[in-house]
C-alpha cells in the first residue's frame, strides 16, 4: 500500500536462509512475482509468491520489499520469513491385509461352486497431505473382471 502522494517503486527479493543455499544449477523453489513494482499514490498492489519444491525438505527465506528512494527507516523497507514444505504422495492399502510370500498385499478368495462369483475390496488411502491417484496393475486372466 502507498499513503503517500507520490508514486513508489518497491523491489521484492527473496533470498535463502541458512542451509537453504540452492544447489549450482539449481532453483530455489521460492519465487516472487513481479520483482519490481509501481505502485500509484493511495493505491495497493499484489504479488504472488510461487512454491515449487524439488526435494522432500523444509525451505526458508527472507522475503524483503524495499522502497526505492525511500526517506523514513520505517516504512522503506518491509522483511519476513516465508517458508514451505516439500512433500509427496503417500497411500497404503488397508485391504487385502493378507500379504503373499514376497510381502505384496494377497487378496484371498474361497473355493466357489463353477458360475458363481464373490466380489472383494480393496481398500487404498492417502495418508498424505497432497492428492494422490493410483493405478492397479496385474496380470490378465479371464477368471477376473
Known amino acids: 500500500s502507498n499513503p503517500n502522494n507520490v508514486q513508489c517503486t518497491v523491489d521484492f527479493t527473496v533470498k535463502p536462509r541458512g542451509d537453504d543455499a540452492t544447489p549450482e544449477g539449481s ?6 512475482s513481479p520483482e519490481t513494482l509501481e505502485i500509484p499514490p493511495h493505491e495497493h498492489r499484489y504479488i504472488r509468491a510461487r512454491f515449487l519444491p524439488q526435494e522432500m525438505t523444509t525451505y526458508a527465506a527472507t522475503f524483503d520489499a524495499i522502497v526505492r528512494e525511500g526517506g523514513d527507516p520505517k516504512t522503506k523497507q518491509f522483511s519476513c520469513e516465508v ?15 493378507a500379504l503373499s510370500d514376497d510381502g505384496k498385499p494377497r487378496l484371498a478368495f474361497p473355493r466357489l461352486l463353477l458360475g458363481k462369483s464373490i466380489t472383494k475390496p480393496i481398500i487404498v488411502r492417502n495418508n498424505g497431505v497432497v492428492p494422490a491417484t493410483c493405478r492397479l496393475d496385474m496380470p490378465f486372466s479371464e477368471h477376473f473382471k
Do not use: K
Not at 27 to 32: A, E, G
Not at 84 to 93: A, E, I, M, N, R
Open 27 to 32: 532453483t530455489f523453489p521460492i519465487t516472487i
Open 83 to 97: 517458508r514451505g514444505d516439500g512433500t509427496l504422495p503417500h497411500v497404503s492399502v488397508e485391504e487385502p491385509s
